[in-house]
């Protein structure tokens, strides 16, 4: 298995533009976690999805950040309209229900706002 | 969620064992304690879990103290690539929450 795969790698927007970050969990996995890490902040959990369906949304920042699970194969995970505070690494991860302590992560997603 | 406790940073010598502290008074019983690392300019992963018993594989071995207060990530034989932040969490439902973990530096 190739494992999580993010893009893209690196996203330079300006402030005001619509980002959408992308996910595909590895296979068989049904749980999804978006978690965003900066200096300041460390990791911190956004959201996280089991079979496809948000299950705690208590970490996203602000109405302007939102997240779907289509499938079991996709997630994404939207800023509109981005700002400069928002520039972060975020990292996607997925794990089997009721394994989660294997929970297993892309590479992440650099984002900068300008 | 429970809260650990872990030390800033921590030096080890290349081939010598690493011993990592974390202190997890509030632990309750149904909490699982992992350990997860994250390597420069990677996302983290996982080393190792456990709930009571010391547990061991490739990577690791964990050592849970008898009133699981506290427990020690143990590197038997520290390499550069071992070089990272070491995360210890607490957790029983899905909700992985890291702390800020210790920052291990490895010598040659």
């Known amino acids: 298995d190739a494992g999580v795969i993010q893009s893209p790698r690196h996203e330079v927007t300006e402030m005001g533009q619509e980002v959408t970050l992308r996910c595909k969990p590895i296979?068989?996995?049904?749980?999804l976690f978006w978690y965003r890490q900066t200096m300041m902040r460390g990791l911190e959990l956004l959201i996280y999805?089991?079979?496809?369906?948000?299950?705690?949304d208590s970490g996203m920042p602000e109405d302007r950040f939102s997240a779907k699970m289509p499938n079991a194969s996709f997630s994404t995970l939207k800023i509109q309209p981005s700002e400069p505070r928002d520039s972060a690494v975020y990292f996607c991860?997925?794990?089997?229900?009721?394994?989660?302590?294997?929970?297993?992560f892309g590479q992440g997603t650099r984002l900068t706002v300008v | 969620d429970a809260k650990t406790t872990q030390p800033n940073s921590m030096e080890s010598n290349e081939e010598e064992p690493v011993h990592l502290p974390c202190n997890h008074s509030?632990?309750?019983?149904?909490?699982?304690i992992h350990w997860y690392r994250q390597l420069p300019s990677q996302g983290p992963e996982y080393v190792i879990h456990?709930?009571?018993s010391n547990v061991n594989n490739r990577m690791a071995s964990l050592a849970i103290a008898e009133d699981r207060k506290s427990s020690t990530l143990i590197l038997h034989r520290a390499t550069l690539r071992d070089a990272a932040v070491y995360y210890c969490?607490?957790?029983?439902?899905?909700?992985?929450?890291f702390g800020t973990g210790t920052r291990l530096q490895v010598f040659p």
């Open positions: 991860a997925s794990a089997r229900q009721g394994r989660v302590t294997e929970a297993f």
């Open positions: 296979s068989g996995h049904n749980s």
């Open positions: 999805f089991n079979n496809n369906v948000p299950i705690d």
């Open positions: 509030t632990i309750s019983g149904t909490d699982y």
């Open positions: 456990g709930l009571t």
């Open positions: 969490i607490l957790a029983v439902t899905d909700k992985l929450i």
